[in-house]
């Protein structure tokens, strides 16, 4: 019997718990404060202490993806420990935000003779690759075929919605990631930017409202829209924002058919990207045969 294992970056965001219960292995990227000082995502900083170190610091923080070579040990590693015929999905980062897809692409093709690795373009960011990771890692563990969860990543990657706010635009422009965003820099006033990620990945403002609980407001309704009665599981990410994205959670899942929702962090990385108090809802529909 083939085994399918999953494979995600740390970008994802995914809580530790369910790291651990779903046995998703994550790949982590780098930050970097300075070249001497340099710090893998999640395992050498927590989001804790990276905001903290943000606060304090006047330089502002780069990011870098995993190597090919980063992959390819890691590919090759799960081809030796595996007892049995293994099937790899390795999702990832947004290729418009990131460099990760295409190192793992080019790994895979260097493993091809040891194991079979699936690279996806997640064309997503933050807990909205986590949501798709956590949903296709528990399909898999059930014991479902490598088929089965290529159908059902398919599926996810179009069926997903994310929305985000984030208190300035500042992070996204300085860090080159602002995507059709640049449009709004210097119009913004006292408006919130509702972002969101467009079909090839890349940011975009999906709305300007004045105030967070109209952005919040217009989110909430646009997904109602979308989503109607289907029954969905939500995830939310924040930026030390816990008791915003707490009310958000609770305001979003209240009006939606919701069978799950995860709250979690964002990361060092997508952090450097998005600032602190960012809020990040992300929807995707529940599998009702599971």
């Known amino acids: 019997m083939t085994r399918v294992k999953i ?23 780098k930050v970097n404060f300075s070249e001497q000082e340099t710090y893998l995502d999640g395992e050498e900083l927590s989001p804790a202490q990276f905001y903290e170190k943000l606060g304090k610091t006047s330089v502002m923080p780069t990011t870098s993806q995993p190597s090919p070579y980063d992959f390819e040990t890691l590919y090759s590693k799960i081809s030796t420990d595996a007892d049995e015929e293994t099937v790899v999905f390795s999702i990832h980062l947004s290729s418009k935000l990131s460099g990760t897809y295409q190192a793992a692409s080019i790994a895979a093709g260097e493993v091809e ?15 909205s690759i986590g949501i798709i990771v956590e949903d296709v890692a528990r399909l898999a563990a059930t014991g479902a075929s490598a088929e089965q969860v290529q ?41 919130k930017p509702i972002l969101s990620l467009s079909k090839e990945g890349e940011v ?38 816990s008791d915003v994205g707490d009310s958000v959670l609770e305001t979003v899942s209240s009006r939606l058919n919701t069978v799950s929702t995860v709250k979690t962090e964002i990361g060092a990385v997508i952090g450097t990207h998005v600032g602190p108090g960012t809020i990040a809802i992300m929807v995707i529909p529940a599998d009702e045969n599971k």
């Open 7 to 29: 494979v995600t970056d740390s970008t994802a965001d995914i809580p530790k718990d369910l790291v651990e219960e779903l046995d998703i292995t994550v790949i982590p990227l």
């Open 113 to 127: 003779d040891k194991i079979r690795v699936h690279v996806i373009d997640s064309k997503k960011a933050s807990y």
């Open 151 to 191: 159908a059902r990543i398919d599926g996810l990657l179009e069926s997903t919605s994310v929305y985000f706010l984030v208190e300035t635009l500042e992070y996204l422009q300085k860090n080159g990631r602002i995507g059709k965003a640049a449009a709004l820099i210097g119009s913004l006033l006292k408006m």
């Open 204 to 241: 975009y403002p999906f709305e300007k409202v004045r105030g967070r609980k109209k952005a919040i407001d217009k989110i909430v309704e646009t997904l109602a829209a979308e989503y109607h009665n289907q029954p969905v599981k939500i995830g939310l990410s924040h930026a030390v924002a």
